[in-house]
């Protein structure tokens, strides 16, 4: 069974040997797509202070490789994970918080401990309802790429 | 890269304005130096290393021409470089912004040898590929196009 990401992104194939100019297009393209699925999905929060003309108005990761940019428009740093006691003499604990940052984009995560690992690893649920809590839904946007898993 | 971390400091200090002899690789481009290669002084796999604007630039603000020149200049060194017969490349990640994960203000970007992902998989599992590698096919943006 195929699923697809629960979160936009947008990606553009980088030409062989391309100018500096070229990447920076292909950047500002991005990113323009990024922030117009945040204001599409109305999920930009105001700024509290002054907005200077080079800052970006959204939280996003980046990735490139030679052959490939992407970018993924973020609304969360991370999500819990619930935790469920187990053992009796074990006691119920908070569940813990996992952050996500640019390494979503290879497919990969970290995580601080063990537990948290047996957890998501187990069921795969939780590893597509936090990766639903960090971005923009992807229904948002036309442009949005289509990763099927 | 396989320089040892031998230093601690405090967690405010930013790890860029001023290298750490042990952690910095290389000023480039050699000639007028913009940007720093470093180690990862907390990496997550081996030869986790980090591009960083020689002096400070905000992680919040867009890249410029410059930063995405130089990302792109080590994507391509790393994967022709003579001394390894085995293809090899590199995963660059930008972290901007309250929500990105980003725990650095001044502006760098960070890589990952693709292979050291990879490395410790289990070998009866099917074999991952990133993310980025799977994302469909397209034209490439705007006016880059031959």
Redesign the interface.
């Known amino acids: 069974m195929t699923a697809q990401?629960p979160f936009a992104?947008f990606?553009?194939?980088?030409?062989p040997d391309?100018i500096?100019?070229?990447?920076?297009?292909?950047?500002?393209?991005?990113?323009d797509k990024a922030k117009a699925s945040v204001h599409a999905a109305s999920l930009l929060q105001s700024n509290q202070g002054f907005l200077d003309h080079?800052?970006?108005e959204?939280?996003?990761?980046?990735?490139?490789?030679?052959s490939?940019m992407?970018i993924c428009p973020?609304?969360?740093?991370?999500s819990t994970l619930s935790r469920e006691t187990i053992g009796k003499n074990e006691q119920s604990c908070q569940g813990s918080i996992v952050?996500?940052?640019?390494?979503?984009?290879?497919?990969?995560l970290?995580v601080k401990n063990e537990n948290d690992w047996n957890e998501l690893r187990c069921d795969e649920g939780k590893l597509y309802n936090l990766l639903k809590l960090?971005g923009v839904p992807p229904n948002h946007s036309e442009h949005s790429?289509?990763?099927?898993? | 890269m396989n320089k040892k971390d031998g230093q601690t400091g405090t967690k405010t200090k930013n790890p860029f304005e001023d290298p750490d002899d042990l952690l910095l690789v290389a000023k480039i481009p050699s000639n007028q130096p913009t940007h720093s290669l470093v180690l990862n002084k907390y990496p997550?796999i081996p030869q986790h290393f980090i591009l960083a604007t020689q002096t400070f630039k905000?992680q919040?603000?867009?890249?410029?021409?410059?930063d995405?020149?130089m990302?792109?200049a080590c994507?391509?060194a790393w994967?022709h470089d003579g001394q390894t017969s085995s293809h090899r490349?590199?995963?660059?990640?930008?972290?901007?912004?309250?929500?990105?994960?980003?725990s650095q203000r001044h502006r760098h970007?960070?890589f990952?040898p693709?292979e050291q992902?990879l490395d410790g998989q289990d070998s009866q599992q099917a074999a991952?590929?990133?993310?980025?590698?799977?994302?469909?096919?397209?034209?490439?943006?705007?006016?880059?196009?031959?």
Request: glycine share 6%.
């Open positions: 990401l992104h990606h553009a194939k980088i030409p391309p500096p100019s070229c990447l920076h297009e292909i950047y500002l393209s991005l990113y080079f800052a970006a959204i939280s996003y990761n980046l990735a490139i490789t030679t490939t992407a973020r609304t969360s740093e991370g952050a996500l940052n640019g390494t979503l984009l290879s497919g990969t970290m960090i790429t289509k990763t099927t898993l | 997550i905000e919040t603000h867009l890249l410029e021409d410059d995405l020149h990302v792109y994507l391509k994967e490349r590199l995963f660059a990640f930008f972290n901007s912004g309250l929500h990105s994960g980003a970007v960070q990952l693709i992902m991952w590929i990133p993310l980025i590698d799977l994302m469909d096919e397209g034209p490439s943006e705007g006016k880059c196009l031959n």
